[in-house]
Nanobody
């Protein structure tokens, strides 16, 4: 079993940047597909970005494409989400999720392991 710990949330002005980290313990993270999801009080949890365990091309929700970048450093057992040009609509709790030997998936149910979430607030 893998444990996930997110960090990097906070308060930022519109147009600013933040970088999330999702650190894994308990297993070698390289064998896990990783996805980032987010949820705010008014919407269901939604997919943001993902990367398969095979190191294939990352994939993104249309709402963040061109602004967010997901990457992984397997030596550090960490996946990152770089968020640029942030908008107030990006305000949410962001979750890191992982699935052993997972492929490319936008679906929550594809991921068995979840972090505790970290809050991002983007002010206008």
């Amino acid at each position: 079993q893998v444990q996930l710990l997110e960090s990097g949330g906070g308060l930022v002005q519109a147009g600013g940047s933040l970088r999330f980290s999702c650190a894994a313990s308990g297993r070698t993270f390289a064998s896990y597909a990783v996805g980032w999801f987010r949820q705010d009080p008014w919407r269901e949890r939604e997919f943001v970005a993902g990367i398969s365990w095979r190191g294939g091309s990352p994939y993104y929700a249309d709402s963040v494409k061109g602004r967010f970048t997901i990457s992984r450093d397997n030596a550090k057992n960490t996946v990152y989400l770089q968020m640029n040009s942030l908008k107030p609509d990006d305000t949410a709790v962001y979750y890191c999720a992982a699935q052993l030997l997972g492929g490319s998936s936008y679906a929550e149910k594809s991921y068995a392991y979840w972090g505790q979430g970290t809050q991002v607030t983007v002010s206008s």
